[in-house]
């Protein structure tokens, strides 16, 4: 077998190094913040709609950058997002569409919480 002796050794290439590390300088801090978010907020629509703004920012630097979709031109990056975009809006509007079709035939009314209407007088 015949071995190759002409392998030639690259230079390390800094600025692509310092990429990836800022890419996941930026992960780590996002994971961070929702960490925090996780354990400080009371659960609700807030929280929530943090959780998806958030992992929205997480999913374009791991797209961006990991699949090399941040250095293409802008017609092939929107023949891929926009795409994702309308299945993800139809999953979420099926799922609300579904989800308050279940809870009409099950007969569940949301709780509408706020001050009680009666008081009742225990003073006697």
Do not use: C
Request: proline letters at 2%; zero cysteines; hydrophobic letters at 55%.
């Amino acid at each position: 077998m015949e071995q190759t002796t002409n392998v030639q050794v690259q230079p390390v290439d800094k600025a692509k190094i310092w990429g990836i590390w800022k890419v996941a300088i930026i992960l780590a801090a996002i994971t961070a913040i929702e960490y925090v978010f996780a354990f400080q907020m009371e659960a609700g629509m807030a929280r929530t709609v943090i959780f998806i703004v958030l992992t929205i920012f997480k999913a374009f630097f791991i797209v961006a950058e990991f699949m090399h979709l941040g250095h293409e031109v802008k017609g092939l990056v929107y023949s891929i997002i926009l795409p994702m975009i309308f299945i993800l809006w139809l999953i979420v509007a099926l799922v609300n569409l579904e989800g308050a079709a279940i809870k009409e035939s099950r007969g569940v009314v949301d709780y509408e919480g706020g001050p009680a209407t009666e008081h009742v007088d225990d003073s006697h």
